[in-house]
C-alpha cells in the first residue's frame, strides 16, 4: 500500500510569482485535504476535494487554489505569493466512508520558502 | 480565535512513566476528536481519535479521555518509551457541518531516559 506522497519536497520562490504544489493520495483514498503549517503552529485547513469538486474551504483568500484528478491526486496553486505564504503544505488523503474518513493520512509535506 | 487550544509547549517524561497531554477547545459543536504524533520531516501520524458519544477510547498505550463538559481532552501514553517524543497534536471536527479539522498549536513530548 503506497503513502501519500507530495512534491516537491522543498522550494524557493519569489514574492508575487505563483506555485503548483502535487499530491498523490493513498491507494483506495477518494479524499484530499490540503493544510498549511507555519512554524510553531499546527495545520490550517485549506480545503478538500473529493471526487474532483471542492468539498470545504478555510479561511484561505482565492489565490489559493486547487485541482483534483480522477485518480485523486491533487495540485494546490497559489497566485501571487506574499512573503507570509512561507509554510509547510501539507497534504492529507482520507477514505470518504464512515468514522475512518477523518482519520487522514498525511504526507511529508512540501516546505515553501517566498523570499 | 483559537478553536482548540494547547497550552503545554512543551513537556518532558521520564521513560516508563505516565504521559498526559492536555487540550482544550471552545466550539460546542465539535463532535469527532483526534490526536496525532508528528515526528521531523515527516506528517502527522494518525494515533487516536473519539467521538463526542463516548467518553474514553483506548488502544494499546493511548488512551484519550474527553470531558465535555468542561470542553477537555486528554491523551495518556502509559508506560511511556523513547520512540513516543514528538510533536503531538490536537485536534477537532464538527462532523455533520463540514469535514474541516481544527489542529491546536501541539505539544513537543520530550522522554527521557
Known amino acids: 500500500e503506497t503513502g501519500v506522497t507530495q512534491s516537491p519536497t522543498h522550494l524557493i520562490k519569489t514574492r508575487g510569482q505563483q506555485v503548483t504544489l502535487r499530491c498523490s493520495s493513498q491507494?483506495?483514498?477518494?479524499?484530499v485535504s490540503w493544510y498549511q503549517q507555519a512554524l510553531g503552529q499546527g495545520p490550517q485547513f485549506i480545503f478538500q476535494?473529493?471526487?474532483?469538486?471542492?468539498?470545504g474551504r478555510g479561511n484561505f483568500p482565492p489565490r489559493f487554489s486547487g485541482l483534483q484528478f480522477p485518480n485523486y491526486s491533487s495540485e494546490l496553486n497559489v497566485n501571487a505569493l506574499e512573503l507570509d505564504d512561507s509554510a509547510l503544505y501539507l497534504c492529507a488523503s482520507s477514505p470518504r466512508t464512515g468514522e475512518s474518513s477523518y482519520e487522514q493520512y498525511f504526507g511529508p509535506g512540501t516546505r515553501l520558502t517566498v523570499t | 480565535d483559537q478553536q482548540v487550544k494547547q497550552n503545554s509547549p512543551s513537556l518532558s517524561v521520564q521513560e516508563g512513566r505516565i504521559s498526559i497531554l492536555n487540550c482544550d477547545y471552545t466550539n460546542s459543536m465539535f463532535d469527532y476528536f483526534l490526536w496525532y504524533k508528528k515526528y521531523p520531516a515527516e506528517g502527522p501520524t494518525f494515533l487516536i481519535s473519539?467521538?463526542?458519544?463516548?467518553d474514553k477510547n483506548e488502544d494499546g498505550r493511548f488512551t484519550v479521555f474527553l470531558n465535555k463538559s468542561a470542553k477537555h481532552l486528554s491523551l495518556h501514553i502509559v508506560p511511556s518509551q523513547p520512540g513516543d517524543s514528538a510533536v503531538y497534536f490536537c485536534?477537532?471536527?464538527?462532523?455533520?457541518?463540514?469535514?474541516?479539522?481544527?489542529f491546536g498549536k501541539g505539544t513537543r513530548l520530550h522522554i527521557l531516559p
Open positions: 491507494s483506495g483514498h477518494n479524499t
Open positions: 476535494y473529493y471526487r474532483e469538486e471542492e468539498n
Open positions: 485536534a477537532a471536527s464538527a462532523r455533520y457541518r463540514d469535514d474541516k479539522i481544527i
Open positions: 473519539i467521538s463526542s458519544i463516548k
